[in-house]
């Protein structure tokens, strides 16, 4: 009798065992298996604009060590995205790192308002490239970017 009743209290430690271990399966599974990584990068509030007539526009811009940009102002919106190196970035009137005035690295993304100055706008490096993203939303054609007195070292942006 003795040994029938440790024979069956193994059988239910294994079975409870069993239980526990099938249990965490899924999770570690599932935890393993996570296909992506998501982060909010930016949020900002846009300027009120025509819902009709909305276009995105997304220009990639890179810059050779040390290159910059002339001082100039945007007709639309502006969310830049940084993908690699390091970005210097000034926006006149603005005070805090999500509003366009910092240095910014890969990953990081900040808001330009229309019509801004965008004073400073340049390659923190002088050894390594750098590049990003700029994401125009606009609700009417207008130019992209207006050089402000010289030469738009960036083209026809």
């Known amino acids: 009798m003795r040994l029938n009743l440790r024979a069956r209290n193994l059988q239910i430690l294994v079975i409870v065992a069993y239980g526990l271990i099938a249990s965490?399966?899924?999770?570690?599974?599932?935890?393993?298996?996570?296909?992506?990584?998501?982060?909010?990068?930016?949020?900002?509030?846009?300027?009120?604009?025509?819902?009709?007539?909305?276009?995105?526009t997304i220009v990639e811009v890179n810059y050779a060590p040390g290159a910059a940009s002339v001082c100039h102002t945007h007709g639309c919106p502006v969310v830049v995205y940084v993908?690699?190196?390091?970005?210097?970035?000034q926006v006149s009137g603005q005070s805090n790192q999500s509003r366009g005035t910092g240095t910014y690295k890969a990953g990081a993304a900040f808001y330009e308002p229309p019509h801004e100055i965008h004073a400073v706008s340049s390659n923190d490096s002088a050894s390594r490239t750098a590049r990003f993203l700029a994401i125009f939303v606009c609700d009417r054609e207008v130019p992209l970017t207006v050089p402000?007195?010289?030469?738009d070292k960036r083209g026809s942006k």
Request: hydrophobic share 35%; no cysteine.
């Open 24 to 56: 965490a399966i899924p999770s570690v599974l599932l935890a393993q298996s996570k296909p992506e990584n998501v982060r909010q990068v930016l949020a900002q509030k846009l300027p009120n604009m025509n819902g009709n007539n909305l276009k995105i």
């Open 148 to 151: 402000i007195g010289g030469e």
């Open 83 to 89: 993908e690699e190196g390091r970005i210097r970035s």
